[in-house]
């Protein structure tokens, strides 16, 4: 059976090779094995952890290979560098339309907390099985005031977005 993460990264990787054709570029096998490996990643990989991926397949593609690849795949927007965490080698992650998420939104400051909820999570996979279909992601958005904006609200002060409306009205 296939996976929303497999549906999620097959689609991304038929972006990149569309990608590729509208440059004139060519869309090696190289190139798209090394883009199916970071697009379908769980976890942020390094040019060297795909190439150690990439022997086990067979005959891996070198490493400068692979970082031009990720560069097109960059430049593609697919995917993005970490920050340096000062480990000597650069890591890279995929953005893929596939990340669930339970998110809370202040309509205040704009601050976003992130909220795991396995309620939420078992009630989307339910709802797609019941209709026979692959879920790839869900997002779920509760819109409201954080404690912070709420307590400045109730002290008289205003809001940092409160503020910013007022600049834009000037």
Known sequence: MTTGLELARDESVERFRDWLKARHLPATPQRLAIASLVLGA?????????????????????TATVYRTIDLLIDCGLVSELADRREGFR???????????????????????????????????ALARAN????????????????????????????????LHVREVR
């Open 91 to 125: 890591r890279f992650q995929p953005f893929r339309d596939d990340v669930s998420s339970n998110e809370l939104l202040c309509t205040a400051c704009g601050s976003v907390a992130r909220v795991p909820d396995e309620t939420v999570e078992a009630r989307g996979r």
């Open 132 to 163: 026979d279909f692959v879920p790839v992601r869900h997002r779920l958005v509760v819109y409201g005031m954080c404690a912070a904006c709420r307590a400045q609200r109730e002290t008289g002060q205003a809001t940092p977005q409160e503020k």
């Open 42 to 62: 769980e976890r942020p990989l390094s040019a060297e952890d795909l190439v150690d991926r990439l022997r086990t397949k067979g005959p891996a593609p070198g």
